[in-house]
């Protein structure tokens, strides 16, 4: 049996606005996803701010319905069975809400572990082991208001254990989270795996996804962009090289003259405090780096480095694809007539 | 006014006529803007329901409660919360009109600002005024006209101003309330006990010679007290006493000043002790 | 889930939930002064009025205010206060119907008035030196705890109704005086017009009050705080049924709406 097998799934949000004369605008979050994980597999969800991944997994947890489309937790339909679904899935996301502050790292699992049903007889030992687990031990007594963001992140991942759960959401678990405590969270992340959990998981950080997922799917714009191992994703950018160059000052223009030289598949710049780091995605052992410059010009420049590309590049790659086709490549008949925004697509926030 | 002035719409090197348009412009503007983003209660169920219901519900509450134990007559209870009506509006108002900005994390970014704080503050104050007012205006209609009570005609444009100071004075107590909120985490505990208070201490609702003598004392500092004698006496028929105007506006002048006063003190206070960004 | 499963999670429930409350200055005050506030003036009011006899009745009055006004405040909002807290979504996620999870929050909610009812019968001995000669003095403390539980169940239609209808939260602040009124809490419901006594006999709060006054002063025998006990608890568990009702629907148009964590 799958541990997730996602059909089409889509989802609209309407928002009304003004009171005596009331409007509705409708925008598509996620427009057909379809994916399976397998009982035991590591399934990675990434993409951009507003790509549909926290709706996605709202939409599999039972939080949301969806609009259309189904969806089966362990064989459960999320939608007509909730119940079945809840009892043997966790929910996990991140940030520093969702516990009560004013309570007892102990009092809120005591009070989680009563809600979701676990055995008043194993109570005392579930939560020793997982204060355990996730190094809250000799701390449990202590109100949560006092704890730091990784302290309460880890709190969040002893209370979505608690039940046992045979399938974790992880939303974006790592955010604001110090890079000693993100490794830590990866380590439990990957021993839940090895225990056989099934975990989907949400993030940002390349590194976390490359390091952790057995699969990944790359969501922008509502829809899967890419599907496949870590290897494969950056196989779609292994016949190319990156060029990194140090710049200060480089706008769009610049970068659009690079992407006009032939050879670049793509540029863009990122911002790293005072400097930029401008990226351009080349074919591979061609030599650009003197167009590339060329079209710098005016632009004060310092290190350039030529590099093999990363899940990142891979990542970059594909969400700037999607960009470049959106909006227009959005099929079917409910193609948002009143989409608010460019991209028609919101996320709601955890 | 300083005079380097960055940023301000009045240009480089302002006059003293530009410079009072631009005062204004804080005021009128600064004063609205804040008031729809700062106060809870603008939509309209939520004005309707927790500002103009809600205290004649509990105008209703109070003239039953008269009638049962036989203390004073409708129009002393009527009066009294019509003018005490306004205290919801004006006391939590002013108290959001400082306090949320900390709710928002927006508090920091109010105090960089180069301008003047006087027309700042004021500015904000200025829409729980007519707020208020019109509360007490509706109050009092509604309730005049559920209970069957008359108020003579030639009362109505002397009532106007007394409510007017009234809710001004109040909203004077909220923003030096709310200024508390620049050093105090939970000032809206402060500003819902003060309110409950003004229905004690006012003789909104209980005779103030039945009380003792310190917290007659107290009631005498407070605004709305001052007010709603002079609406019992106007509405009446008893001509409008000038002095029960004059002492509201009074205290009313009073709490805006220690108003000014305690602002300037906390600003200047939470850049030494940090308490700015403390939520 | 067992019965005896459920009662272990309301009081589990109840339990958290009334010490994350009372470790709240803001809620304690809630809770305290403003009762405080009307105690004294109901004091003064009864003294006013020649009517020293009732001053116990005054203080219980106020009491009983407090509990209603904690009540009202804590379950109306009780989904919107675990939705600021970030707790919603972990709540519904869990296997345990929405009704089970949100009892014992309105539970609590009732159980934090009880400091008001505390509060005001200690503050009325030692500031007015109101007699503390209850009529029946175990009954009291029989009638309280019933008037609190039923109460508490009332919540639950009040948290379920808030969020079953869009603003419906508007109407917190304006039904805190009027139930007040038409419980009798401070004063019988004699005064008030008669088409508003079917109302009244509506309302678990009326019997609450009825019962806790009639335990209060004298004059009345057991029955009559007895028997409106019993009422209040059959009218408090019909208003928990229909709560239950209503918050099936709740959930699925919470689910359909995405109204979950967006405020």
Same mark, same amino acid.
């Given at each position: ?350 | ?35 729809? @983003? ?84 004021? &500015? ?30 030639? @009362? ?37 006990? @003060? ?40 509405? @009446?028929?008893?001509?409008?006493? &000038? ?37 | ?124 001995? %030692? ?69 508003? +006594? ?11 009050? +009825? ?32 709560? %239950?009702?209503?918050?099936?629907? %709740? ?13």
């Amino acid at each position: 049996m799958l541990a997730i097998e996602a059909k089409n799934l889509r989802r609209t949000y309407t928002s009304r606005t003004g009171f005596l004369r009331p409007r509705r605008t409708e925008t598509e979050a996620v427009r057909g996803i379809t994916f399976e994980v397998a009982c035991g597999e590591l399934f990675g969800l990434l993409g951009p701010n507003g790509a549909g991944k926290t709706t996605t997994i709202k939409m599999l947890n039972t939080l949301l319905l969806p609009t259309s489309g189904t969806a089966r937790v362990l064989g459960h339909d999320v939608a007509s069975d909730p119940v079945a679904v809840r009892r043997r899935i966790g929910y996990v996301f991140g940030g520093d809400r969702g516990l009560y502050d004013r309570l007892s790292a102990l009092d809120n699992l005591r009070y989680f572990a009563e809600l979701y049903g676990v055995e008043p007889r194993d109570q005392k030992r579930r939560i020793g082991e997982l204060l355990d687990l996730v190094g809250l031990a000799g701390r449990e007594k202590e109100r949560v208001e006092g704890y730091s963001r990784g302290m309460r992140q880890r709190l969040h991942i002893a209370r979505g254990l608690l039940h046992r759960p045979d399938v974790l959401f992880l939303d974006e678990p790592s955010i604001g989270v110090d890079p000693v405590a993100a490794r830590d969270l990866r380590r439990t992340v990957a021993d839940l795996r090895a225990g056989g959990t099934t975990v989907l998981l949400t993030t940002h950080y390349m590194a976390e996804a490359d390091e952790l997922c057995d699969r990944i799917a790359v969501i922008a714009g509502g829809t899967i962009r890419a599907l496949g191992t870590p290897d494969r994703l950056k196989s779609r950018v292994q016949e190319r090289g990156i060029l990194e160059i140090e710049a200060y000052g480089a706008g769009e223009e610049h970068l659009e003259r690079i992407r006009g030289v032939s050879g670049v598949h793509g540029a863009a710049a990122e911002e790293r405090g005072s400097r930029q780091a401008v990226i351009v995605q080349t074919e591979r052992g061609a030599d650009l780096h003197g167009q590339v410059l060329a079209a710098l010009d005016g632009v004060r420049v310092g290190r350039v480095v030529t590099r093999e590309p990363t899940l990142e590049d891979a990542y970059i790659a594909i969400v700037e694809e999607a960009d470049a086709l959106a909006p227009t490549d959005v099929p079917g008949p409910t193609d948002a007539p009143a989409s608010t925004d460019a991209s028609g697509s919101t996320e709601v926030a955890a | 006014m300083p005079t380097r002035t960055p940023h301000t719409d009045s240009g480089s090197a302002p006059g003293p006529y530009r410079r009072t348009v631009s005062a204004l412009r804080l005021v009128v503007v600064g004063g609205a803007l804040s008031y729809r @983003a700062l106060f809870n209660w603008t939509t309209p169920p939520m004005f309707i329901g927790t500002l103009l219901v809600g205290p004649l519900l509990q105008l209703l509450f109070f003239v039953f409660l008269g009638r049962q134990l036989h203390v004073a007559d409708d129009r002393f209870y009527l009066l009294g919360n019509a003018v005490v009506s306004a205290s919801t509006a004006c006391v939590y108002g002013g108290t959001m009109a400082v306090a949320n900005e900390r709710r928002y994390g927006t508090l920091g970014a109010v105090l960089l600002s180069p301008r003047n704080r006087a027309p700042l503050w004021f &500015g904000r104050a200025i829409p729980y005024v007519l707020n208020g007012l019109v509360i007490s205006v509706f109050t009092l209609s509604a309730a005049c006209l559920l209970l069957g009570l008359r108020i003579p005609v030639e @009362a109505l444009p002397g009532l106007g101003a007394v409510l007017l100071a009234a809710a001004a004075g109040c909203s004077a107590f909220g923003l030096a309330l709310g200024a508390l909120g620049l050093r105090f985490r939970d000032v809206f505990l402060v500003s819902n006990v @003060a309110s409950s208070v003004l229905l004690l201490l006012t003789g909104a609702n209980v005779p103030r010679e039945t009380l003792p003598a310190w917290m007659r004392a107290l009631g005498d500092v407070l605004p709305l007290t001052h007010a709603a004698d002079a609406a019992r006496q106007l509405s @009446a028929g008893g001509g409008l006493d &000038g002095r029960g105007i004059v002492a509201e506006l009074l205290t009313g002048a009073g709490y805006a000043l220690l108003a000014v006063v305690l602002l300037a003190l906390f600003e200047r206070g939470s850049r030494r002790r940090a308490t700015l960004d403390v939520m | 889930m067992t019965l005896v499963r459920a009662v272990r999670l309301i009081g589990v429930g109840v339990r958290t939930h009334v010490s994350y409350m009372s470790r709240s200055p803001l809620e304690i005050t809630f809770a305290v002064l403003v009762p405080l506030v009307y105690a004294t003036l109901a004091v003064y009011l009864f003294r006013a009025a020649d009517d020293p006899d009732r001053l116990l009745t005054a203080a219980v009055g106020a009491g009983l205010m407090g509990i209603w006004s904690s009540v009202l405040f804590g379950s109306g909002g009780a989904v919107q206060n675990q939705r600021w807290l970030g707790t919603l979504e972990t709540l519904v996620a869990s296997p345990t119907p929405l009704s089970l999870v949100l009892l014992p929050i309105t539970l609590a909610t009732a159980v934090i008035g009880t400091y008001a009812m505390g509060a005001t019968v200690l503050w009325g001995a %030692v500031l007015f030196d109101v007699p503390l000669d209850f009529a029946h003095p175990l009954l009291f403390l029989a009638a309280v705890p019933v008037c609190v539980l039923s109460l508490g169940m009332m919540g639950l239609l009040l948290a379920a109704t808030f969020v079953l209808l869009r603003n419906a939260n508007a109407l917190a602040n304006p039904l805190d005086a009027p139930v007040w009124l038409l419980s009798g809490m401070l004063v019988p419901v004699t005064v008030l017009p008669d088409w508003t +006594r079917p109302v009244s006999w509506a309302l678990p709060t009326t019997w609450g009050s +009825r019962a806790v006054h009639a335990a209060t002063s004298g004059g009345a025998g057991a029955g009559e705080v007895l028997v409106p006990m019993g009422v209040a608890l059959g009218l408090g568990a019909l208003y928990a049924l229909l709560a %239950v009702l209503v918050l099936g629907r %709740v959930e699925r148009r919470a689910r359909a709406a995405a109204t979950l964590a967006l405020a």
